[in-house]
């Protein structure tokens, strides 16, 4: 019994320190997992105090909006109409990118544009040439007809005087020698028409800040008296693109005019227009193919750009400022052998850029030359052995000097059957 009392009171006392143990670990975690929380909390607190003072701020700023707004243009703190209008049948539509700019040109029209446009950087070569159209001849008849316009076809002068009239084609002063492109050259549609005698009729314009608008009758455009042009062009080597082309810099009408008392035309350059500003009103009008095919029709910028027109080269750029006719004389034979070799070395030109690859011959052609060769080869053999055995004399008639005739071929056979015999007996006599 003495022992079981020991034994019971020591259990009970294993069992108090345990509890008491694990009172001990329990508030140590505790402990720990609120040293934790505490910061984590405080930052909580912190944030939707923030929120709740950002709340606060929106509040106080923004304006009461009612149900119904009082008028229609009624926007928002920021210039946004906070309930906007949607159209029906647009809303889930998208927009295409559009390809066309505000002046009517697409985008590849506009870069080919702005490439007309470069300046000569990256040309190593150039040339330029002035050329005089002359309309009468049938390359160049398609910017001279018709005369009046008809079936929605004119001719390139009207399309000129029309835009010049209107003040939307910039002209500038022909000046000899030189070209000037600037304000203070630049000349108005009533100095013109009045130097050249053309009828018009102004009219104030609608918009103060535009110019008078001067409107030509088109009974009273001397298109039919514009004969020929001049055509300044450049002739270049594009390292950027790699090629050889030419372009056209600037064009001038030309007015021909007879006198009272002379039959010859007496020609009044007019204007020089630089090309890229006229090159606009030049898509819109087209001309007639002078081919076989008359139903082709193409735009007079496309009969530029193509180079269908033929001119002669009246002069090139030099640092004298001379014409062929001073360079060479008044001599017109000498004048076009200088026009036909200046304008044949610029088509030239191009041959010693360019490295071509040889051509082969084809078999046929290969084995006729050989025919050829070989025929001539004993055509010579066969003249080389008539003339050992034969000559000819200034007569012409053969002579017979080399020539063995059938009575000395027998005497010889003769002789030699002789010999023979004789030296038979001979060898049966020893």
Known sequence: MKYMRIFVMVLLAMLLAGEVDAQVSVRRSSRSTSEKNVPARGKDKNKDKGK????????SNAKPTSAKP???????????????????????????????????????????????????VETPWQHIVYR????????????????????GL?????????????????????????????????????????????????????????????????????????????????????QKHSKYQRRILC??????????????????????????DLRPYLRDHLVVNQGMNTAARFTMEEFFSLGQYEGDIYKEQNLRGLSLKQQVGDNPDSLKMAQQKLDNDLRAFEDSIWIKDPV????????????????????????????????????????????RTKESVDMEAVEEEKNRKATTHKSVRR
């Open 52 to 59: 709740e003072s950002n709340k606060k701020e929106k509040d």
């Open 70 to 120: 009082a008028s229609g243009n009624n926007k928002g703190a920021n210039g946004a109409n906070p309930n906007p209008v949607v159209k029906k049948g647009n809303a889930n539509k998208k927009q295409p990118q559009s390809t066309v700019l505000t002046d009517g040109k697409t985008l590849r029209q506009q870069a080919f544009d702005e490439y007309q446009k470069d300046e000569a």
């Open 132 to 151: 005089e159209l002359d309309l009468t001849k049938d390359a160049n008849a398609s910017l001279y007809f018709p005369i009046e316009p008809m079936n």
């Open 154 to 238: 004119t001719n390139l002068f009207r399309v000129i005087i029309d835009a010049f009239s209107k003040g939307e084609l910039p002209a500038y002063e022909y000046l000899d020698g030189r070209e000037v492109f600037t304000e203070a050259f630049r000349v108005k549609p009533k100095d013109i028409f009045d130097k050249f005698d053309i009828y018009y009729t102004a009219k104030p314009a609608e918009n103060r800040s535009k110019d008078t608008l001067y409107i030509v009758d088109e009974s009273n455009v001397p298109s039919a008296s514009v004969l020929s042009y001049f055509v300044k062009e450049r002739w270049e080597f594009d």
């Open 251 to 276: 064009l001038c009408p030309v007015l021909h005019s007879t006198g009272d008392f002379s039959a010859d035309a007496v020609k009044y350059p007019m204007f020089w227009l630089n090309y890229e």
């Open 360 to 403: 082969p011959t084809a078999a046929p052609e290969r084995k006729a030359a050989h025919r050829k060769l070989t025929r001539s080869l004993e055509g010579k053999a066969n003249t080389e052995v008539k003339n050992d055995s034969t000559s000819v004399t200034r007569d012409g008639v053969e002579s017979k000097k080399n020539r």
